[in-house]
Nanobody, 127 residues
């Protein structure tokens, strides 16, 4: 089970750190993705980390502003979001997957790559 937290309301230019905590398992061999869904839009991938080798992936819209990382305990993944913009306003979800054949086939931005999803956490950025 995954638990996402850390959302809130900030002004443009501010920062937030989201957490994705796993219960009942560790994330050592998982890829963890952060996705977001803005009102009236489809859910989109934001960042992904593959804990097996530490590879990270970012959507163009957040490169240089967001950083994904894994805690030393391997039980929590963070999404540090800096220089937030109003267009970052969305519900943010974390997801975990350990089927790397699926990942190779579908990529890190495809929802079907992931098996477990956390509930969303709202991020609101005001101008």
């Amino acid at each position: 089970q995954l638990q996402a937290s850390g959302g809130g309301s900030v002004q443009a230019g501010g920062s937030l750190r989201l957490s994705c905590a796993a219960s009942g398992f560790t994330l050592d061999d998982y890829a963890i993705g952060w996705f977001r869904q803005a009102p009236g839009k489809e859910r989109e991938g934001v960042a992904c980390i593959r804990n097996a080798d530490g590879s990270t992936y970012y959507a163009d819209a957040v490169k240089g502003r967001f950083t994904i990382s894994t805690a030393n305990t391997k039980a929590t993944v963070y999404l540090q979001m800096n220089s937030l913009k109003p267009e970052d306003t969305a519900v943010y979800y974390c997801a975990a997957g350990d089927n790397f054949l699926r990942m190779i086939r579908w990529g890190v931005w495809t929802e079907a790559t992931y098996d477990s999803w956390g509930q969303g956490t709202q991020v609101t950025v005001s101008s």
